[in-house]
């Protein structure tokens, strides 16, 4: 048996935050009789933290570095954020505003958001032997997360103050209480894993070894959530003013004019969208099979073949699962005799290996799909359609090919490896465009086709081995690797220009992630406005904003891949007498 009991603490580095990890793991082993052992093991994990809450000022760069949080006196200084310091309405006792005078000093201390998660896992893995080289095993898990979490912006913070104002009408009305804001959010989640394996290993007349495993596994995760909000909160007095707040009308105020001036509108406050709940429950299983062969130590063949079914993709049955597959080949070249000649070689294997992988996105359904709310001014359920039904929604699947070499020679002081790799993606959830008419203007299917080529080499080199754990030993490692991917099918192009300039739109015939722009033509002076101007596909310079019509697709301009396409990676270690010292340098290239 064992037992581990880790604190890791972290003051993240800023004032008044703090975040803390305590871990306990146990694990335990039993022989029951000769031929049935039990592992069981429990593991509890508890994390809490405490963080300033973000906003658009609590940034470093928020403000110019010039500026100084203090006066020339040394006491903290008025700075501008929100809204100008000078505006009338701040001093006309009509409107009851408050100060709109920010500093980071008076901030420090307040809005903070404090949470809290609890991971308990425990497990219990049976294993009975039938025969020499069989046997038969079975592992039940059940996992627990909880989590809770309060942000509570204070009454007297700058975002709250200048919250409050915002939402005060022209005619003095407070339409936002006033008091701090509450924001609460609690999560738990269900896990649970049982599986049944059986594994066979024998080695026949010496030369033929044969090994093989199969199983089934069943997996249920249920996940829950709620979140909810208290407007004109006090932590003190644990008193709030949310049975005399309108939420319908401050999402109906949103643009109004406030009372700061006309320059200034109503915006940011909650709305009922804060007020959520969920409930989330798949279930997987899956049947496996692995088996490998071996001869004579040097020509090996192996073959897994599995089938994955969710609830995930229902509509049409035959969609439910995947059948996965591999096979793969190795040669191991050093044994054989031709090669016991050459004693600076210790190792080199050949591989080859071919496969079917899946992949399932857990963000849509095959059904028809809708979010049900409450209309804020009658109460009224209602639901808003978010997916069409598409009974043809099936898992991703990537078919890979991999040929490799492995090596190792002069006594193991250098050894490495060199991999080519092909991969190629079909039915890949993309997005395709609908007739508008059919209520939708676009649709996620399975018809996009992804290609990745690359080469990997790694080297890992002995330069002075050390003949004793307190002499001085000197290694390193080396490793390089090349990668191209292209989209080489997708249905949907962009509909604007704008559009094309996003870097999450895919372009047929270019990586995944592309980086287009437009060709910068240098600013004009418009009637008396700067204006940037940019070279369209047909060679002229216009000066229309890029988020207009003007703006095509064709004028979009491909400036590389922000994915690199080359990385290097190098690490140096020392040991001398027990210590070791290692630095690990990285580069990568081909990219923008």
């Avoid at 049975?243 to 406050?269: P, Q, R, V, W």
Wanted: with cysteine.
């Amino acid at each position: 048996s064992s037992i581990v009991l880790n604190y890791r603490g972290d003051n993240r580095g800023v004032r008044r935050e703090h975040g803390g990890t305590l871990t306990f793991s146990y694990r335990g082993d039993l022989n029951l009789t000769k031929w049935l052992a039990l592992e069981f093991g429990a593991n509890v994990i508890n994390q809490r933290t405490k963080q300033h809450i973000s906003s658009e000022w609590s940034d470093i760069t928020s403000f110019a570095p010039y500026q100084s949080m203090y006066n020339t006196d040394g006491t903290p200084a008025q700075m501008e954020a929100g809204a100008w310091l000078q505006e009338p309405a701040l001093t006309n006792n009509v409107y009851g505003l408050k100060s709109e005078a920010y500093n980071l000093l008076d901030e420090v201390g307040r809005n903070f958001d404090k949470s809290r998660e609890t991971n308990i896992r425990s497990y219990i893995h049976a294993t009975a032997t039938i025969l020499d080289g069989w046997t038969v095993g079975g592992m039940f898990q059940y996992e627990d997360i909880y989590s809770k979490s309060e942000a509570y912006q204070e009454a007297e913070s700058y975002d709250m103050r200048h919250l409050y104002n915002l939402y005060t009408g022209t005619d003095g009305t407070h339409n936002l209480p006033d008091g701090g804001m509450l924001r609460s959010r609690t999560s738990e989640g269900a896990y649970y894993t049982f599986r049944a394996q059986t594994d066979y290993s024998h080695t026949f007349a010496g030369k033929h070894a044969l090994e093989a495993l199969a199983g089934f596994e069943f997996r249920q995760s249920q996940y829950k959530s709620n979140s909810s909000l208290l407007l004109g909160y006090d932590e003190q007095s644990q008193t709030n003013n949310m049975g005399t707040t309108n939420l319908g009308l401050l999402k109906d105020l949103e643009g109004t004019t406030s009372a700061l001036g006309s320059f200034y509108s109503m915006y940011g406050a909650p709305t009922g969208e804060q007020y959520t709940s969920s409930d989330v429950l798949h279930r997987f299983y899956s049947i496996y099979f692995n088996g490998n062969y071996t001869y004579d130590h040097r020509y090996s063949a192996s073959f897994s073949f599995r089938v994955d079914k969710a609830d995930l993709f229902g509509a049409d049955p035959k969609f439910r699962g995947r059948p996965l597959r591999s096979v793969g080949a190795s040669w191991n070249i050093h044994n054989e005799k031709f090669m016991q000649q050459v004693k600076w070689v210790d190792a080199l294997k050949l591989r080859a290996s071919y496969g079917l992988t899946g992949n399932i996105a857990q963000n849509f359904s095959s059904y028809l799909t809708a979010t049900v709310g409450v209309n804020e001014i009658n109460g009224v359920r209602y639901a808003e359609l978010n997916t069409p039904p598409n009974d043809q929604l099936r898992w991703e699947k990537t078919a890979s090919f991999n040929i490799g070499l492995d090596f190792a020679v002069l006594k193991g002081r250098l050894t490495g490896s060199f991999d080519y790799y092909r991969k190629k993606g079909t039915d890949l959830l993309t997005t395709t465009d609908l007739d508008p008419t059919t209520g939708w203007t676009s649709l996620t299917i399975n018809n996009g086709k992804l290609l990745n080529t690359g080469v990997e080499l790694q080297l890992n080199g002995e330069i002075l081995h050390a003949k004793t754990r307190n002499r001085l030993g000197i290694s390193a490692s080396l490793g390089i690797a090349y990668n191209k991917n292209e989209v080489t099918s997708v249905n949907h192009e962009a509909t604007s220009g704008s559009e094309a300039l996003l870097p999450y739109t895919l372009h047929q015939g270019y990586p995944v992630h592309s980086l287009f722009s437009y060709q910068f033509a240098g600013m004009k002076e418009i009637r008396g406005i700067q204006y940037f101007g940019w070279t369209g596909h047909d060679g002229q310079v216009h000066y229309a904003d890029t988020e207009s019509e003007e703006f095509t697709p064709q004028d979009a301009v491909y400036c590389g891949s922000l994915d690199p396409k080359v990385s290097l990676s190098f690490t140096p270690t020392i040991t001398w007498k027990g210590f070791t010292l290692s630095a690990m340098f990285m580069y990568y290239g081909g990219h923008v």
